[in-house]
């Protein structure tokens, strides 16, 4: 009887230290940190000491990645963000990360044409970007968006010393385009020289 009473009560102490919850068992929400990218547009602007107005970069907003994830998640997500505010979903396609001698991380961004874009026939073969390729005003703020967002001037965290554009799969050559300019390996200090 007597041993059926002190199994009555850890039974019941065990009962309310279970209910109750035990410390090492509870654990605290774990904080997931968050980095800020920023997607870069570009404007007309007047700069101090000149006397002519210079198309520049400038932040447009701002997205938050998990800072756990890899770099080339991080870019995707960037380019995934970029794609839907600034180029209405056009598909920007992240290739790779790789090393190369002389620049160090360089990204390797793809264009993809849409296979179901249907427009007229006497567009250029670049259809479902022709409005963001075209003119000197849409292929510079286009050239300015692309190169600032995926080289981000000035971020603090890991992140690519170089980028390169494809389009369609094809690595953009100078004078694929008359008035885009992202051909070869572009380093953040280009992100605003034209």
């Not at 890991?158 to 070869?184: A, K, M, S």
């Amino acid at each position: 009887m007597k041993r059926g009473k002190y199994l009555v009560v850890l039974f019941i102490c065990v009962g309310c230290w279970l209910l109750a919850g035990c410390g090492a068992c509870r654990r605290e929400p774990v904080q997931e940190e968050f980095s800020r990218l920023t997607i870069f547009g570009a404007r007309d602007t007047l700069l101090p000491g000149e006397m002519a107005m210079r198309t520049v970069a400038v932040a447009v907003h701002e997205i938050s990645v998990p800072t756990a994830v890899a770099l080339i998640e991080k870019v995707q997500l960037l380019a995934d963000s970029l794609s839907a505010l600034r180029f209405n979903g056009l598909e920007i396609e992240v290739l790779e990360i790789t090393q190369a001698s002389g620049y160090g991380r360089v990204l390797r961004v793809n264009l993809a044409e849409d296979a179901a874009f249907s427009g007229p026939g006497s567009l250029p073969p670049y259809q479902s970007w022709y409005d963001f390729f075209q003119g000197s005003a849409g292929g510079m703020e286009t050239t300015i968006t692309l190169r600032a967002t995926f080289l981000q001037p000035g971020i603090d965290l890991e992140w690519v010393e170089g980028v390169q554009f494809y389009y369609d799969g094809n690595p953009i050559r100078e004078g694929d385009w008359d008035h885009l300019i992202l051909h070869g390996i572009i380093k953040p200090q280009d992100t605003n020289s034209f």
